[in-house]
């Protein structure tokens, strides 16, 4: 069909609404968004029901950051016409895919799945695993699916998730006997994670190592002056290391003049760059980044009603996309149909 071939591919992704977008996020996932918009059919999920299966114990929090993660978006330059932004819990269809799903695979593969693995461990829940944190993966394959996304944009760490996603794809066309749902492909960003500013491997607001996408300029400056450096570089006599050395990291992933960098890196590998230099190169790149995004981010929040319009038109955009979806599988799953064919009861023979 013409129509088809002229589709652009969809692309699915989310974040949980837990915390405002970070550096971390931009450098990974954000800027390409921005990108794909004008490539690629966008849905970018507020992920608060994901969200919940850890944070049911601060559904407050969850609420708030549905607008936070709303405002990052718009205010880096996701376009709502060219995107969709929608809200997760306003999708019941996900909620209803998520439950047939959970008939097609094993508590043992959930177990066995490596992001879900480390996240237990992580959050420390021993044996007391809520039974929806145990299932988001389904939950997160019933987001994709509903979709119809091929391209699902994550960090290295979710690619296990996609894989389980695609087994459950395989497994209900498989049982009803054609494609209805299409396998999704996880694309890893090239560039590395983004390490914290005290130089773990991840930035995390709770972690508190995270400079915000809000940030404010003190918030800024503070950051770049704590970050972790090379510790044995004391005076700025003295010959320093760039790996490991998360000041040189972010000039790496922020600083466009790639040959000042490298310039940079060559002094302070034979002495006589001193930290303070360096940071406050650092600074005033991500000074320049990040105070437009803040504005942008600003004019927005004195314009609630306008972002609740966004996500009301987005969310109903998305509920039309999901809920065809659904239709399809119910009918392929052959599940009972209230209103459509013959009665159920038919009224009883009047006896003369
Ligand atoms: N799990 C993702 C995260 O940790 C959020 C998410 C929810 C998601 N549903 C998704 C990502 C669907 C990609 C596709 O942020």
Redesign the pocket.
Known sequence: MYHVSIQKPII?????TTGPLHLGHYVGSLKNRVRMQDTHRQFL?L?DM?ALTDHAHDPEKVRRNVFEIALDYLAIGIDPEKSTICVQSGLPALAELTMLYLNFVTVARLERNPTIKDEIRMRGFGRDIPAGFLCYPVA?AA??TAFKATV?P?GED?APLIEQTNEIVRRINTQIGRSVLVEAEAVIPRVGRLPGIDGKAKMSKSQGNAILLSAGPQDIRQAVRQMYTDPNHLRASDPGTIEGNVVFTYLDAFDEDEAAIAALKAQYRRGGLGDMAVKQRLEAVLQELLAPIRERRAAYARDLDYVRDVLREGTRTARDVTDATLQDVRAGLRLFQLDQGRRVHQPPELTP
């Not at 699915?12 to 949980?16: I, K, Q, V």
């Open positions: 699915l992704t989310g974040d949980r999920l992920a994901q997160q987001d994709i699902v994550v979710q």
